[in-house]
């Protein structure tokens, strides 16, 4: 568990700039547009050897615009979270009755508050932001988180003040899970049940969900962080550079997970967008699992289920591999059978065969279905050697790559995941030439 550091403050303070700052590349989406951050947005980051984990939260206000109530929630529990609050105010406008408001309301947090004056690159603006005294405050720091003038000095005051320490050389072990799918199909729903508390924000409207946010949980004496990440849209559906970028951070969330949870509507069906989403993770040979979702809202006889298994894997047949599960997010039925199964698809992602047993299996394989042959010559497989997990990645040394059939390949993996599964997990090959004394 490391130390926690909430960024809060009203809209379009440059708090999402900020908490890129911190991290070290563009995590957060940062837009003129007040309001674009909704949810909390965690990462860990690290300064002069120390490890934290930073918060960033919606603006708020107290407008009468859709969704403020939920940001304002949201920001509620991050500042129950943090061990450390950074009030983020604008030192170009100076004290607006809004920072007077959240100051007040972070007094009865009774927690550190650091005030990070945001916007001063210059020394005539430096002298003006001692005015944010007036909040009541002891720590005001000038910082511009465009540029990082005076991070640096915000940074050394937030570790000051952080209850306790985390060195930055410990290992993260932690097992990572991407939720993936359209817009609407149950993501956050899908968090917020296996987090047992609301830890996004729930809404009908499709895209409510703009970033990727990271949370960490133990199951079964298991750190596991749970990524929910904005829906993916058809391409002729993304308007504007923020979807875009909403886009772009959800194939970031696959990039970076170990089991990427392929979510799918029972009652739409699979569509041509959750096919893509799926051809992305299995791509990037991302642990997968279908989640099959509102399956209390189907209606069903003895045959509906395997059915709807057959037809989804008639259509996604380069998921085989990955074991399906129905569940329902919103009244939580059968979750617990899908954290067993994260549980078991992790650590088939880790199975390693030893060298002398997958050369058995291999010539086993080969006594059994012998290789194809062309023009006289028949292909041999010399040897082979896994060389990775996440995802297995297993090397053929073979005696002319070019008689290697791609249906010969899939025997061999067939035989593979016969004998050990591999459950949910892709299977990599590289397949590589070398002559045998004789072959020629």
Known sequence: MLPVVALIGRPNVGKSTLFNRFVGYRHAIVEDTPGVTRDRLYADCEWQGAKFTVIDTGGINFSDEPLVEDIRYQVDIAAEEADVLVFVVDGREGINPLDQEIADYLR?????????????????????????YNLGFEHILPISAANGQGTGDLLDVIVEKMPFKVKADEDDDSLKIAIVGKPNVGK????????????????????????????????????????????????????????RFSVSRTLNAVDRCDIALIMIDAVSGLSEQDKKIAGYAHEKGRGCILVINKWDLLEKDEHTLEKFRKKTYANLPFLRFAPMVFISAKTGQRLPALLELIEFVAEQQSIRIPTGTLNTIMEEATFMTPPPSSKGRQLRILYCTQTGIKPPMFVLFVNNKNLMHFSYLRHLENVIRNIYGFTGTPIRWKINERSRSGDR
């Open 108 to 132: 009865g947090k009774k927690r550190p508050v650091i005030i990070a004056c945001n916007k001063v690159d210059t020394l005539e603006l430096a002298d003006e932001m001692y005015e944010f």
């Open 188 to 243: 956050s729903s899908l968090t917020n049940k296996l987090l047992r508390k609301d830890r996004a924000i729930v809404s009908d409207i499709p895209g409510t969900t703009r970033d990727s946010i990271d949370t960490k949980f133990t199951y079964n004496k298991r750190e596991i962080v749970l990524i929910d990440t904005a829906g993916l849209r058809r391409k002729g559906k993304i308007k504007g550079d923020l979807e």
